[in-house]
């Protein structure tokens, strides 16, 4: 049962730039739910990248992508985007958003989300 559908990413060369989309299936709440985005390298474990309230007030970042990345979202669009700058060959992933239907504090926990996008191959280049 696929909830959320991811868009975006591919092959850039360092320093370059991508943006990831992911759209909500329309029998999600997801205006009420936070929403984050993940990644996993090879042989490493899930890491948290960034997530969004589910207001849009406020965000939260990794400090491995902190002023590289932006987390933004479109409640109407049932949208959530990952504008990713400055890349680097470390942030070499397959990246996935997730979504928290409980929402209270933003979670950086890969259990505590409840849904997930099937997940886009980004490739940094050095």
């Known amino acids: 049962q696929v909830q959320l559908v991811q868009s975006g990413g591919g092959l850039v060369q360092a320093g370059g730039s991508l943006k990831l989309s992911c759209v909500a299936d329309s029998g999600l709440a997801f205006s009420s739910d936070n929403m984050g985005w993940f990644r996993q390298a090879p042989g490493r474990e899930r890491e948290f990248v960034a997530a969004i309230t589910w207001s849009g007030g406020s965000t939260d970042y990794a400090d491995s992508v902190k002023g590289r990345f932006t987390i933004s979202r479109d409640n109407d669009k049932k949208m959530v985007y990952l504008q990713m700058n400055s890349l680097k060959p470390e942030d070499t992933a397959v990246y996935y958003c997730?979504?928290?239907?409980?929402?209270?504090?933003?979670?950086?926990?890969?259990?505590?989300?409840?849904?997930w996008g099937q997940g886009t191959q980004v490739t940094v280049s050095s």
């Open positions: 997730a979504g928290d239907r409980y929402p209270g504090y933003i979670q950086r926990v890969p259990d505590e989300y409840d849904y």
